[in-house]
């Protein structure tokens, strides 16, 4: 597989190109309502935040469903299937956001490249209505989760992964940092020793800190997105 993904060089390529499907449930009580000119904000910031990378994202579409039980959906539940079994459009390029309240207070979760082949029914993100530009999930108000769950749909880890241990992300310029960062630490650093050089990526948008902190996705994370995207996805 290594020597198949190597033929997948960043270089090689421009522009992808992704087509975005927004799903936005609602419960029976009208909760979960999103007015779109909310969706087209928090498209600026998907493309904002996306403008150093090859990916290009597209609205296409915009659903409307009203379902109890699909609205409060976790993940791995029968609810969360049945939701994306009846609303899911398009292929392995076609990125599916699904807005909803989820349970248990989860802000957001995503599916990667390499998933899609064994369940493309799965394959989206889903976050919490409220995260998205101007909501009421202070500080992961300002449209930055989506940004992060999208960085899993093209491949990206948490930059947390393994803590301060290799591989890490599998992403050579992102230092390894023991655990998520909350809030916006500035000069943490929980690896430390030869070989753990740099301070956290506390700025970085695959980490767990602020939205108003994140700012930034690394090279390296660019060209695995890439890489990823290319291979699984044919973007």
């Known amino acids: 597989m290594h020597n198949a993904l190597s033929s997948y060089l960043p270089s090689q390529r421009n522009v992808a190109n992704v087509n975005v499907h927004f799903h936005v449930i609602a419960d029976s009580s009208g909760n979960g309502v999103v007015p779109t000119m909310v969706i087209f904000d928090q498209m600026d910031v998907l493309n904002t935040a996306y403008s150093g990378t090859p990916f290009i994202f597209n609205l296409a579409t915009i659903t409307d469903s009203v379902n109890d039980s699909w609205y409060t959906a976790t993940p791995g539940t ?45 394959d989206g993100v889903v976050i919490l209505n409220d995260a998205l530009p101007g909501g009421i999930a202070a500080p992961y108000n300002e449209g930055d989760v989506l940004v992060h769950e999208v960085g899993h749909w093209v491949g990206l880890f948490h930059t947390f992964e393994g803590g301060c241990s290799n591989p890490g992300d599998f992403v050579d310029d992102t230092p390894a ?59």
């Open 78 to 122: 029968f609810a969360e299937f049945e939701m994306k079994s009846n609303l899911r459009i398009g292929g392995a390029a076609d990125l599916n956001i699904y807005l909803t309240s989820p349970a248990e207070g989860f802000l957001g979760w995503a599916t990667f490249p390499s998933d899609y082949a064994s369940n493309p029914t799965d």
């Open 177 to 235: 940092e023991f655990g998520p960062a909350f809030g916006c630490p500035v000069g943490q650093d929980s690896c430390q020793g030869p070989g753990f050089e740099g301070l956290d990526p506390i700025n970085n948008y695959m980490n767990f800190t602020d939205d108003s902190c994140m700012f930034r996705f690394t090279p390296g994370q660019v060209d695995r997105a890439d890489l990823q995207s290319a291979f699984y996805r044919g973007l």
